[in-house]
């Protein structure tokens, strides 16, 4: 890791009240040095300074606050600057400290990069760290803050260090091959990897709930052309995101729609009209829209009232685990269906109770028995990879065989929290933060 002290906007860019400038690395308390002109500075004390030029002109008037490393955030010396959030003195700041010897902006997610380094959090709580800044509802800031707290490390740090006494105890025997080993020992331990191996087919079954939280409760919207599917999404939008049109094949690709219900994120997806057609676009529409039908979390299946649904509409309702049956355009027909919901997009009635169904559902579906959820394929992969190890060490019966089998599997895990590091991995995951952070 680089030994540089680097600095950048921590705040949002643009015009603000205040803006905050962040400083990590050795030359931090220097930077202060030669920005105020003072020669002390109070650990963990807020300071009001002027900040001058190197003509020692006044820049600003600003907020200064130090923290000694390693009690910093990146474990480093830090140095916090909340000036006035003008771009002028955003940017004659930024100036100043890139002319300091030692100093250069950082890269993207370098500051918490630099916290992982310094085992000031794990990989775990660094992602926990970005989905907060990116939260959007409720229930995924407060899991990104169980994240954060380290919940997931405390898990997958406990079961590799069960791992890890196995390990010993088998290199132990290895060690001294005069000495057997006790067959009820290692049956506690093939006991120890069985057990083990349940607990993480268990936590790897989450039903998606953990993508779900991460980038949205998939619902998709299927159905004949013209049975009113983008007028309902429109209703449930409260607005119009869709253009309705008595024209079949008026929706072509699919039109989203990004709800916030009961805390939880959600994407109700309009699609194609489901028929027959030989035009090539509309054609790609359609199979986007049974692809998208497959792959979703709910499909609301709909069809018009007084009519039967078509085929492929039935189809897919009949093979969804999740569907729900909605009949729409009840305002033009006498009477109701019994195998379904009854609407009128554009009266609005039954559409309050479709949405308490599928908030229901959401609900329902994303609730997760004890808690933890899976919100990156990474962790899905290192937990397979860990899993299939366990396997393979549950059926070797050559000491040495099995001991490697089992750090293979405590590797796996390590590669999760951070524990096994490797550059490439750490780049992919920083990638996605921003600079300041």
Known sequence: MSNETIFALSSAAGQAGVAVIRISGDKAFDVFKQLTGKKNIKEKYIQCNYIYDEKGSVVDQA??????????????????????????????????????KGCRMAEAGEFTRRAVYNNKMDLTAAEGLIDLIHADTEAQRAWAVRQMGGELQNLYDGWRKQLVEYMAYLEAFIDFPEEEIPPEKMAII????????????????????????????????????????????????????????????????????????????????????????EEQIEKEGIKRALKRAEDAS?????????????????????SHPNALLVWNKSDKVKGKKSDGLVISAKTGQGIDKLYQIIKDKVVEQMASADGMMLTRLRYKTSLKECGDALGRALDETELELK??????????????????????????????FCIGK
Not at 65 to 88: N, W
């Open 63 to 100: 907020v200064t606050l130090f923290f000694k490393g390693p009690k910093s955030f990146t474990g480093e010396d830090v140095l916090e600057i909340q000036c006035h959030g003008s771009r002028a003195v955003i940017q004659k700041i930024l100036s100043l400290l890139s002319k300091i």
């Open 403 to 432: 001991a490697e089998e089992l750090r293979l599997a405590a590797r796996a895990l390590g590669k999760i929290t951070g524990y096994v590091r490797t550059e490439e991995l750490l780049d992919v995951i920083f990638s996605s």
């Open 298 to 318: 709910l499909l609301i299946a709909m069809g018009e009232a007084g009519n039967k649904l078509d085929k492929k509409t039935k189809e897919a309702f009949e």
């Open 190 to 277: 093939n006991d120890g990897i069985h057990t083990l191996m349940h607990k993480i087919a268990a936590h790897l079954d989450d039903k998606n709930r953990g993508i779900n939280l991460k980038e949205g409760f998939q619902i998709a919207i299927i159905g004949a052309p013209n049975v009113g599917k983008s007028s309902l999404l429109n209703a449930l939008a409260h607005k119009d995101v869709a253009i309705v049109s008595e024209i079949a094949g008026t929706t072509r690709d699919i039109v989203e729609i990004y709800l916030d219900i009961a805390g939880y994120p959600v994407v109700i997806a309009d699609t194609a009209g489901l028929r027959q057609t």
